[in-house]
């Protein structure tokens, strides 16, 4: 035992080890239990005294347990305007503060990463401003994001104070985010709230992260062109019934397609007007990653063909109409600019719900979008399609013919570095042929999640024909399986076709809706656990 501690020990000596032991006790930052257990585990242990203390201030919400520490800081009470009802507030009583209290707030103020500002109750402006006139620099020097929360009656001069003020916390904040609750009455103001906008590049010059949830819409995004070092903009309004989609103009695209070090763009419930991109010559330079709901194939089109990076990875598009399929295919095959900054593409998700019967008609290869198989690099496919009013039929049997087995085969054939694949749909999905015909010939893949999957005939005739197939994969999801193989329920072939498939998964959680399936599998699963750790000590008495 006291070798065995002393291994322990030595392992404490080790600051990274006792900072990840640190993260794992953290929780959500709203639950505060896991506070006193860090506060503890500061106390009780000089080796987790600094992690721990790092992970408990990494992030705030409120600033009053820091400005505390200060003595020359106190609470005073003071009378309301109204019913003469009163309050605390923080109130400096000294003119100074000694050099031993600086070093001590300091101690602690340094570990805050990451503020959430909440407007409905934001910390004392004045306050804030004096002690960093005091101290001779900003409070929070390591402070880098601001997650700036507003709420449903916000004011626009308000908000530019509060924005205004970040300066006396930060001047090295990288990171922006805002979230607005949702509205429930009329529409606010908007252009009472642009002033603010346009006042963020000149108060965080250094932002190189923006994202904004917001609950109406914008009325220009002209400020973004003031940011040179941005790297990351999400812009997503809340789509609500009385909200319009936001019209991106042509100067609007234009700063955003001029942007040099624009890496990832995410725009959803946006529309393009009609000289959008017009201008637009090799714009994006830097672009990565385009996520976007699609506005309209006029608009798409506007977009893919402004695109000049070449270090293009990722596409997500969300299909809200059919015309929009269409514009896709149209797009890749008609932008070859779009083609070329395709070439490292290794990420593709395409999720909606499509509005026309040619998709039916067009068989389960229309929700994988055969040009996507030119791009040579994928790694990760995403395709989460659906088509209204169409059911499964009363018997379980889905709508239309799953995908062929030498489909699935020429699929992984075309993508060899597939690592992820997530078919969602209600039309497109496998077979028990082609399923084991894609695994098959995708060594790499390690996730894998379908919708379902259709057993047309008996699973050990399956197995025959790859007898000693096993495939190393980390993650399964299927939601049922449709056997019409056999009149009667008999989930046993299946069980052992699948056990020998996938020999390390743990079926409790890749059968989700699938209860007699794990009720087989289970117990074999726990008894090849039982068995590898048997030889695992065998192999380790062995070496000794």
Request: glycine letters at 4%; a negative charge.
């Amino acid at each position: 035992m006291s070798h065995l501690g002393c291994h322990h020990h030595r392992a404490l000596l080790i600051a990274e080890i006792c900072r990840e032991i640190c993260w794992h006790l953290k929780g959500d930052w709203q639950k505060k239990r896991w506070n006193r257990s860090l506060a503890r585990l500061a106390q009780c242990s000089r080796a987790f005294s600094d992690p721990a203390l790092d992970v408990l201030w990494h992030e705030m919400s409120d600033l009053e347990p820091l400005i505390g520490l200060i003595p020359a800081v106190q609470r005073v009470t003071v009378e309301g305007s109204e019913d003469d009802e009163e309050f605390e507030i923080f109130k400096l009583i000294g003119p100074t503060i000694s050099d031993d209290d600086w070093r001590r707030f300091d101690l602690y103020a340094s570990r805050i990463r990451v503020y959430r500002y909440d407007h409905d109750d934001p910390p004392d402006r004045t306050l804030c401003r004096q002690l960093a006139v005091l101290k001779g620099r900003a409070l929070l020097p390591s402070l880098k994001t601001v997650i700036y929360s507003l709420g449903e009656r916000s004011d626009g001069v308000e908000m530019r104070a509060d924005i205004q003020g970040l300066q006396h916390l930060s001047e090295s904040i990288r990171s922006f985010t805002t979230k607005v609750s949702s509205f429930y009455g009329d529409i606010p103001n908007r252009g009472d709230h642009q002033g603010f906008w346009d006042s963020v590049p000149d108060s965080l010059p250094h932002l190189q992260h923006f994202e904004l949830a917001a609950a109406w819409p914008i009325v220009s995004i002209d400020f973004f062109g003031q940011f040179r070092d941005i790297r990351f903009i999400k812009i997503q309004v809340q789509e609500f019934w009385h909200f319009s989609p936001v019209k991106l103009r042509g100067n609007d695209f234009d700063t955003l397609s001029s942007l040099p070090l624009l890496e990832s763009l995410t725009l959803r419930h946006f529309t393009l007007d009609e000289w959008a991109g017009k201008t637009s010559q090799n714009g994006f330079p830097s672009l990565r990653v385009l996520e976007m709901a699609v506005p309209g194939p006029a608009g798409l089109q506007s977009i893919l063909a402004a695109i000049s990076s070449t270090s293009m990875t990722t596409l997500a598009v969300r299909i809200t109409e059919s015309r929009d399929w269409d514009a896709i295919r149209a797009c890749i095959i008609s932008a070859f600019r779009f083609n070329v900054s395709l070439e490292n593409l290794d990420w593709v998700v395409v999720t909606g719900m499509i509005f026309t019967q040619d998709v039916l008609n067009a068989g389960a290869m229309a929700a994988i979008m055969p040009l996507f198989l030119t791009f040579r690099n994928l790694k990760r496919f995403v395709s989460n399609i659906w088509t209204p009013h169409v059911f499964e039929s009363f018997d379980g049997s889905p709508p239309s013919s799953p995908l062929t087995p030498a489909e699935a085969t020429s699929m992984a054939l075309r993508w060899p570095r597939l690592e992820t694949f997530i078919l969602r749909s209600d039309f497109a999905f496998f077979s028990l042929d082609s399923f084991v015909a894609f695994i098959s010939s995708s060594p790499l893949l390690t996730h894998l999640v379908v919708d379902k999957i259709l057993v047309d005939r008996h699973p050990c005739a399956v197995m025959a024909l790859l007898p000693s197939l096993s495939h190393g994969m980390d993650s399964l999801w299927v939601r049922k399986f449709i056997q019409q193989w056999t009149n009667e329920p008999d989930d046993l072939p299946l069980a052992i076709c699948l056990f020998q498939l996938f020999p390390r998964l743990d079926f409790a959680e890749s059968l989700p809706s699938c209860g007699s399936l794990k009720e087989i599998m289970l117990p074999w699963h726990m008894a090849r656990g039982e068995e590898l750790e048997r030889a695992k000590h065998k192999n380790y008495d062995t070496v000794r």
